[in-house]
């Protein structure tokens, strides 16, 4: 039976195709890779080496502002110096940040697009932990500190 290897790229339809195109790049570091001549739709990819594109912006987007279209993006980051550095910024732009958890497995960060598209940046932790689960967390604690205090939060939910 054929298997899906990876998922490819996904795409997003807007209503304002100019401002959705400089948060992701501006903001979250993604780089045009081809741009449709018509000027009103680009690819877009945070690995341009490997991955030709991972997102589709395009306008045209016909659905009301309050439809749930997508359930979630979430998008890998290096390190938790990453993801305080994403949180100081959305701070500074402000993005509006629904949840600083941990899933156990992870240093995450939930927020929204100026869309109300709802995104995910995440640094993940090499432990095997069961999902659902999700906790707040202090990003404001050092590497060592914060890991710890995620050590203590999965031991303590006794899903260990």
Do not use: W
């Not at 195109?21 to 690819?43: E, I």
């Not at 080496?49 to 987007?61: D, K, N, P, Q, V």
């Not at 938790?80 to 941990?102: C, N, P, S, W, Y």
């Amino acid at each position: 039976m054929p298997k899906v290897t990876s998922l490819g790229h996904i795409g997003l339809h807007c209503n304002d195709y100019p401002k959705m195109l400089d948060f992701y790049t501006r903001v979250l570091g993604f780089t045009v890779t081809d741009a449709f001549p018509n000027g009103n739709a680009c690819f877009l990819s945070a690995r341009p080496a490997e991955e030709h594109h991972e997102i589709l912006l395009t306008s045209g987007r016909t659905a009301p502002d309050d439809v749930k279209l997508v359930q979630q993006i979430s998008m890998h980051v290096g390190s938790l110096d990453d993801i305080r550095a994403f949180h100081k910024l959305f701070q500074e732009e402000g993005v509006k940040e629904e949840r600083i958890i941990t899933h156990g497995n992870t240093a995450s960060i939930y927020f929204r697009d100026p869309e109300n598209n709802y995104l995910e940046v995440y640094y993940s932790i090499p432990v095997e932990f069961p999902q659902p689960f999700g906790e707040p967390i202090d990003l404001e604690l050092d590497d060592d500190a914060l890991l710890q205090q995620i050590a203590d939060i999965r031991a303590a939910s006794g899903k260990v």
